[in-house]
């Protein structure tokens, strides 16, 4: 067991393990089929790499192979905790080292949490072809990572791609999609110009998966928004 897993370890707690089972779907067939916990919230794992920030890429690698969940959210963290601080060649590194392991981050939170600031951050002033790439993936989580990853644009009061992304993923089947593309469009809408937002959903608002579209209006004045989800624009 590494330095990190045993620190890791004094924070677990059996009875919080089999509430994470369940919230993050680990039965057979659901989508975090077979993940393990050890039960360990967030602020405390963010704790142990706040502590272990300047670990070697080959051991934060480990750790992200790991098959507990929260090693491996602790491996994410101390990557965008690593990136934040690096130059341009480490950056890179980084980026291409979290894509070639996308197989790893695995879950929701671990996307959410990661994908903005390394993959968003490092295609903002780069083309981002690599997006659409994944967006068409089959891998649910490549998906993920594609509609997260324009978070960091949307920070920066851009919108474009989230839009493209957007359409790309309006047909996906699978409901964690749906929840975060309507999530994205909806912070087009608050941080950048609820404008670009009403203009998207005139135009694609009726074929949008219900949960999409839920999200994506839920900031918009009751009015607007009632009138969206009835279909009476």
């Not at 993940?35 to 934060?60: A, E, H, M």
């Not at 101390?78 to 990136?83: D, E, G, R, S």
């Not at 941080?191 to 937002?197: H, I, Q």
Request: charged share 30%; proline share 3%.
């Amino acid at each position: 067991m590494s330095k990190i897993s045993k620190e890791l370890k004094k924070y677990s707690s059996p009875k919080k393990a089999e509430i994470l089972q369940r919230f993050f779907k680990t039965a057979p067939g659901q989508y975090g089929a077979g993940d393990k916990f050890i039960g360990i919230v967030v602020p405390d794992i963010r704790k142990v790499v706040k502590q272990n920030t300047d670990l070697s890429l080959d051991k934060v690698l480990v750790l992200l192979h790991s098959p507990i969940h929260e090693e491996r959210l602790c491996a994410v963290l101390i990557l965008v905790a690593q990136y934040k601080k690096a130059d341009l060649k480490q950056q890179q590194k980084i980026f291409q080292l979290y894509l070639k392991n996308y197989k790893y981050i695995n879950n929701w939170d671990l996307v959410d949490l990661s994908a903005p600031n390394i993959v968003g951050a490092y295609l903002r002033d780069k083309p981002k072809d690599i997006l659409t790439k994944l967006a068409k993936s089959k891998n649910l989580w490549q998906k993920r990572i594609s509609i997260l990853a324009t978070f960091d644009f949307i920070y920066h009061k851009k919108s474009e791609e989230t839009l493209k992304i957007a359409k790309i993923l309006l047909h996906d089947e699978h409901d964690l999609i749906h929840k975060a593309t309507g999530w994205m469009l909806r912070e087009v809408g608050k941080r950048v110009d609820e404008k670009v937002l009403l203009k998207f959903l005139d135009e694609h608002y009726k074929a949008m998966p219900r949960t999409s579209l839920r999200y994506a209006i839920e900031r918009l004045a009751e009015p607007k928004r009632l009138a969206y989800l009835h279909g009476k624009i």
